[in-house]
Every structure is written in C-alpha cells, then in structure tokens.
C-alpha cells in the first residue's frame, strides 16, 4: 500500500496574509490543527505529497484549461502573488518528475488527466505548504481540479479522479501522502468576502467524514452555487481525497468560520480504506 | 471578446515577473497585444478595482492584481463595493456581489 496518509485542508490567503486580524481564540486552535495534521503526516513516512488543489489562475487559463493537471517537473516555483502580501515567500519547491511520470500514466487508464512541466504554485497550494512543510524538504506532485472557469468537470468524474490516484499511487514504491485543499462555502475575493455559510459546510463535512460517496456527489453546481458561493465548486479537491481513502472515515480537527480568512478553516484526516 | 482580452491580460501580468516589471515601467506598452475597450483600458491603468470588478474580472483574478497593485484587503473590499454603487451589478462570470453595496460583510 502505497498511499500512506490523506488528509485536507484549507488554502484561503488569508489566512498567512491576513493572519493576526483572526480572534486569536479561532486562529490558536486552527493553527494547532493544522500542526496536528502535520505531525501525523510525518509520522506515516511520506516520501512525497501529492497535492489537489483547485487553482486560480496560477497556470490554467480559459484558452486551454484542462479538467484534471497534474505536474511533472524536477521543481516547482511560487507564490505568484506578491509575497508580502500572501507573507510567504516565493521558493522553489522540489517535485520528482519520475515519479509524476509513473502517477500520471496510471491515472490516465482511468482519467484523460493533462501534464504540466511548468507550475507556478499561487496560495491554494503554497498555504497548506507554508503550515505542513514549512521546511520545504517534502517532493511534491501538484494535481489541479478547475474549479474556476465553468464548464466544469461533473462530480462523480472528481471521485473517478481519486480513485484513479490512488490505483497510482499503489503501484509505486514511494510512500505517498496525499493531501485535498479546498474551500467549502465562500464567496472569495469579491465584496462578500468574509459570508460562510456553516450549516452547508457541516453538512457537507458530515458527508466526508462518513466518506459517504452517495451524498458527497449528489450536490449540483447550482445548488453549491446558490447556498455555498463560487468557492464551493472547490468541494471538488475534497471529494477526490475521499475516493482515494476508498471508505476510510475520517476525523475532522477543527473546523470554524473565520470570516476575516474569507473561509470555513478546516483541517482533517482520513483513514486509508483497503 | 475583450473582456476575455481583459482577463487574459490580468492573468499574464499576475503570473509573469518580466510583464510585471514592464507594466511598471511602460504600462501603455504592456497592454500592446490586447485588444481592449477604451474603459477596460482606462480600468487597468488607473486602476480602477471598482470597474475591473463590474466589468466582471474573474475575483481570483483580480484580488492577486489588487495586491500586486499594493492595495490592502479592506481598500479592495471597499473598491468593488464603490464600483457597483457606480457602475451597477456586475456584468459578466461568476463573481457576482450578492450583498447589497452598503452592506460590509467583513473588512
């Protein structure tokens, strides 16, 4: 078994760039979550981090923007946005390109998946990294779900997506963790910033904690446009991480609307399912 | 079509340090190749965030111009908000305001 640890977490800017304007009584125990997450990552012996996010408009425009990308490059670079703004600062982030390779050609028997030898990480993954390798001494392997440029690719095809990644991540010798960054409801970067809607996120992660695969893809983009913003259409990182724990039930850490991190900041961790 | 010029224009400058630095220097000359409207145009090189905003910029989009433009979370909040008390609803994608201009959720 070669996927060793999945988990999520949130990714929202804010959450470096805006980070003391949090009521420190939400912003210690996030933190703490996330440094939980950390640390039972680092105790499954990852040799590299497979990480899904759903970018925004890092690398992947609408001249060309694939459903599903994952990178295949020796090296990564980011943030792209201004670092003192993000407060973090632009790195390289080492990738192995071998093994991308091999991940990608198994999840294409299952998903037309596109590569990339060139990625520009923006907050989406450079926010998880700033908390789960602060060290920057973790290989990583980007994976995109578009989440922004409509049309936009079904839910069920998120979890075929995971499946396929995890049927990957088993056939190579590396210990792999994975894990999913994404917003429940938000409205980001427009002048609702800050509006969550916490009884569609419980909801939602009920449904992921019990790996519920009935209930997690029987939301529409309306429904999650209507009661969970834009941002919702990120649901779709999350649900790729539950197929690929195939049935293991999870353990939320912490979760609690931060409406000056414009996100429900979530942090959990999934078992790996046989 | 040039509000995808628009967008496209934003999210090169964003990504691309060498564009970056020439838009800094010449923007006028940054834009060549972009086939804008006169107010989108105007709208970049101002900036004008409340109009980029109306004219249905892609939030993500424009949030990383704002910054990259040196304009603090609260001020880029209040811009949209003053761009649609101006200029009306937001007139194109997915990132409409679903509040009402007056109406501070946060920041």
């Keep these: ?274 | 079509m040039s509000h995808y010029q628009l967008s496209k224009f934003l999210y090169q400058l964003n990504r691309d340090d060498r564009l970056q630095a020439q838009f800094r220097e010449a923007p006028q000359r940054a834009l060549e190749g972009f086939t804008l409207s006169d107010e989108e145009r105007a709208a970049v090189l101002q900036p004008d965030i409340g109009l980029l905003y109306v004219l249905g910029v892609n939030g993500q989009i424009l949030m990383h111009f704002a910054a990259f433009c040196g304009i603090d979370w609260n001020d880029y909040l209040q811009r949209m908000r003053d761009g649609v008390k101006q200029h009306g609803p937001v007139r194109a994608g997915l990132y409409a305001m679903t509040t009402s201009p007056d109406e501070k959720v946060v920041g």
């Design chain 1, 1 to 274: 078994m070669s996927l060793v640890f999945a988990g999520i977490c949130s990714h929202a800017p804010g959450i470096t760039g805006r980070e003391e304007r949090a009521p420190q009584e939400l912003r210690e125990p996030f933190h703490a979550s996330l440094h939980e997450l950390r640390t039972r990552m680092q105790a499954t012996r990852p040799d590299a981090l497979v990480i899904v996010a759903a970018e925004h408009f890092a690398n992947f425009f609408m001249n060309n923007m694939p459903a599903y990308a994952i990178g295949m490059a020796d090296n990564y670079t980011g943030p792209i946005e201004d670092p003192a703004w993000l407060r973090i600062d632009k790195r390289i982030v080492p990738g192995d390109a071998d093994l991308s390779r091999r991940l990608i050609r198994r999840v294409m028997q299952a998903v037309d998946v596109s590569y990339a030898e060139e990625w520009q990480f923006d907050h989406g993954i450079m926010v998880p990294l700033h908390f789960l390798v602060p060290d920057n001494s973790m290989k990583v392997v980007p994976a995109n779900i578009n989440c922004q440029g409509p049309p936009l690719t079904p839910l069920p095809r998120a979890w075929a997506f995971g499946e396929a990644l995890r049927a990957a991540c088993d056939l190579v010798p590396e210990r792999i963790a994975l894990i999913g960054t994404g917003g429940l409801s938000h409205w980001p970067a427009t002048p609702d910033s800050g509006r969550i809607n916490e009884a569609w996120d419980r909801e939602f992660l009920d449904r992921w904690v019990r790996n519920d695969r009935e209930a997690l893809l029987s939301y529409t983009d309306e429904s999650t446009y209507a009661h969970a913003g834009q941002g919702g259409f990120e649901i779709r990182t999350l649900i790729s991480v539950a197929a690929a724990a195939r049935g293991g039930r999870a353990q939320l850490l912490f979760y609690a609307p931060i409406p000056i991190y414009a996100v429900g900041c979530t942090a959990a961790v999934m078992e790996i399912g046989e």
